[in-house]
């Protein structure tokens, strides 16, 4: 089994910046994709962005593309998001997840337990 440890995150000011961490133990070696997701109240928990194992492909949802960044340090076994410019519909709670098939991280089906996330609050 993989555990994700979250950090990062908070509250900042429109068009401020935060950095997310996403740390795996245990069965590192089975995370093929870790993907970033957020779920604002009353809405469906959306991808924000995924990376691959080897880094070298990326997916972000329109909404953030451009501002936010996705890598991995696979030494550390972790996975960054850079949110750059931030803006007050960016408030939601922040979730990554890891998982062997790319597919499934970036469609959520079929995606194991997820940890509690951590709340990003932007104000305007």
């Known amino acids: 089994q993989v555990q994700l440890v979250e950090s990062g995150g908070g509250l900042v000011q429109a068009g401020g910046s935060l950095r997310r961490s996403c740390a795996a133990s245990?069965?590192?070696?089975?995370?093929?994709?870790v993907g970033w997701y957020r779920q604002a109240p009353g809405k469906q928990r959306e991808l924000v962005a995924a990376?691959?194992?080897?880094?070298?492909?990326?997916k972000y949802a329109d909404s953030v593309k451009g501002r936010f960044t996705i890598s991995r340090d696979n030494a550390k076994n972790t996975v960054y998001l850079q949110m750059n410019s931030l803006k007050p519909e960016d408030t939601a709670v922040y979730y990554c997840?890891?998982?062997?098939?790319?597919?499934?991280?970036?469609?959520?089906?079929?995606?194991?337990?997820w940890g509690q996330g951590t709340q990003v609050t932007v104000s305007s």
């Open positions: 990376i691959s194992s080897g880094g070298s492909t990326t």
């Open positions: 245990g069965s590192t070696f089975s995370i093929n994709a």
């Open positions: 997840n890891a998982h062997s098939s790319w597919l499934r991280i970036i469609t959520r089906v079929g995606l194991g337990s």
